[in-house]
């Protein structure tokens, strides 16, 4: 299966403005937005932007899904149960949750025997699918269309109040 709701010749979805604040407070789930998109070459407030192949903002994409999946016991299910809510398969969303695991335990892909054979490979098309699983014996990831549409929306659609405390950035020392 791919997919079918992230891809990139779809328009962009609603996203989260992020604009910077006098105070400096922030929740982390704005911060964290503002950097990945950053890293992926798109507008900080807005997200607008085509994104780029950036490991780093792909790594900080899967920091806001980790975020956005909850703090329950049983990091795999929470993670499957946030893809598969918000129209992933159950197989991609397995691939994702592998993919976010190799790329913050060790900034790597998955091996073949851990994504039931397939290689993971990564893209800066911005006119692929955010996972494309079509092809036998791979998943291709492309990076921009995965942080810029499929990251985007699942954020957009988090509850308001999914963390109150805030961060302040600008601290005197």
Request: glycine share 8%.
């Amino acid at each position: 299966m791919t997919t079918q709701l992230d891809h990139g010749s779809d328009p962009a979805p609603p996203m989260l403005r992020c604009e910077l604040r006098a105070s400096n407070l922030y929740p982390s789930l704005v911060l964290a937005l503002r950097d990945m998109r950053q890293a992926n070459g798109r507008d900080l407030v807005t997200g607008d932007g085509r994104g780029n192949e950036s490991w780093i903002g792909l790594s900080l994409g899967m920091v806001i899904l980790d975020t956005l999946s909850g703090s329950s016991n049983g990091v795999r299910a929470r993670w499957e149960l946030l893809l598969t809510s918000h129209g992933i398969t159950q197989e991609d969303a397995r691939i994702i949750y592998k993919l976010r695991c190799s790329l913050l335990h060790g900034y790597g892909l998955p091996r073949p025997n851990s994504v039931s054979g397939r290689n993971v490979l990564l893209t800066s098309d911005v006119a692929a699918h955010a996972i494309d699983t079509s092809t036998s014996g791979r998943a291709l990831v492309s990076v921009p269309v995965f942080c810029g549409r499929l990251v985007e929306r699942i954020a957009a659609a988090a509850p308001q109040n999914w963390d109150t405390s805030l961060i302040d950035t600008d601290v005197a020392a």
